[in-house]
């Protein structure tokens, strides 16, 4: 079956813009998983899901950045008034439940001029 | 300071060598796991440990838990050029869901 993607795949924006990212889990799955990383790094937690609720914002950096999940399946991560420093790929994962194997999808690559 | 460090950073040999990559903490974890990202992709999970002392082959890469549940390394070998790839360890530190914490990373070139 499919598995998780991510849209766009590349995003370039100016600073102070406000972005979308989208994220289509495996089907079924039921937590979803949104991680951020740097150049040079490995990936850092942001947000999980577990159905429509966020169980877990406890890694989203500010209050510029929020996540919606409103039908327990796709999920948007939302940038407000972008900056430079939130230039990174960021990664979604989905695994069937609570604590099952997480998949990643590919990444959108945020860049912020 | 970084909760797993992963060492060495970079790592550039020739087809057929054999290599060790290591992961370290001072916390003990409840699973740790080995993923492989390659450029453009996301990681791609290849192992999960969860006993201390547990020591789990998948083909040429063996993956050993260390006793104390803090620490872990992942041998390769006679690599090929299909293994290069950034080698990452993760870790779950609550059993009641599966947040990762991850390393930074190995990058691993195999050059034929």
């Known amino acids: 079956g499919a598995g998780v993607s991510q849209t766009p795949s590349n995003k370039v924006t100016e600073k102070g813009k406000y972005v979308e990212l989208r994220c289509d889990p495996i089907s079924g799955h039921t937590a979803l998983y949104w991680y951020r990383q740097s150049l040079g790094q490995g990936p850092e937690f942001l947000i999980y899901?577990?159905?429509?609720?966020?169980?877990?914002d406890s890694g989203l950096p500010n209050d510029r950045f929020f996540a919606v999940r409103p039908e327990g399946s796709v999920s948007t991560l939302k940038i407000q008034r972008t900056e430079r420093g939130d230039s990174a790929v960021y990664l979604c994962a989905s695994s069937v439940d609570r604590t099952g194997t997480q998949y990643f999808g590919p990444g959108t690559r945020l860049l912020v001029l | 300071t970084q909760l797993l460090e992963q060492s060495p950073q970079f790592l550039s040999i020739q087809e057929g060598e054999n290599l060790t990559v290591y992961c370290n903490s001072s916390s003990v974890f409840s699973s740790l796991q080995w993923y492989r990202q390659e450029p453009g992709e996301g990681p791609v999970l290849l192992v999960t440990v969860v006993t201390g002392g547990e020591v789990k082959k998948l083909k040429r890469l063996t993956f050993q838990f260390g006793d104390a549940r803090k620490d872990s390394s992942l041998h390769i070998t006679a690599a090929q050029p299909g293994d290069t790839g950034l080698y990452l360890c993760?870790?779950?530190?609550?059993?009641?869901?599966?947040?990762?914490?991850f390393g930074k990373g190995t990058m691993l070139l195999v050059s034929p």
């Open positions: 993760a870790a779950t530190m609550n059993s009641g869901y599966s947040t990762l914490t």
């Open positions: 899901f577990q159905g429509t609720g966020a169980a877990d």
